[in-house]
């Protein structure tokens, strides 16, 4: 993982933003995810999927739900993404992960907004 993405890590765990326990998830993911998609770990290719992770894993350790920001068109342009390879498999994944090791379990509306994420990072990835 590149030092600017490490650094959004360090930013989320030191103004409190997030849990330790949570973004020792979530850089752990990364790093994961670095290798399983082939993917630079940098801010670029990540920044956008690891605020996403570190805010709803946050979220659902303090009881919050989405409101309003999840909506029928989010699970609309979700969908669309499962014809690119292994994506709602990352997806669940990083559900069952979320819930062995933090004991904490996203709802399936996060894990529309996680596919939106995973997507853009293989399609980024993809680019010459």
Known sequence: MEQDLEQRLVIFEREGLAAPAIVAFVRQILEWLEREAQCPGDEEHMGPLASHLLLALERVRRGEDLGSAWSPLVH?????????????????????????????????????FLLLHLGALVLRGQEP
Do not use: F
């Open 76 to 112: 609309e342009e979700a969908s669309t993404l499962t014809v690119l390879p292994h994506l709602q498999d990352w997806a669940g994944q990083i559900r069952a992960q979320a819930l062995q090791q933090l004991d904490l379990r996203l709802p399936a509306e996060e894990e529309d």
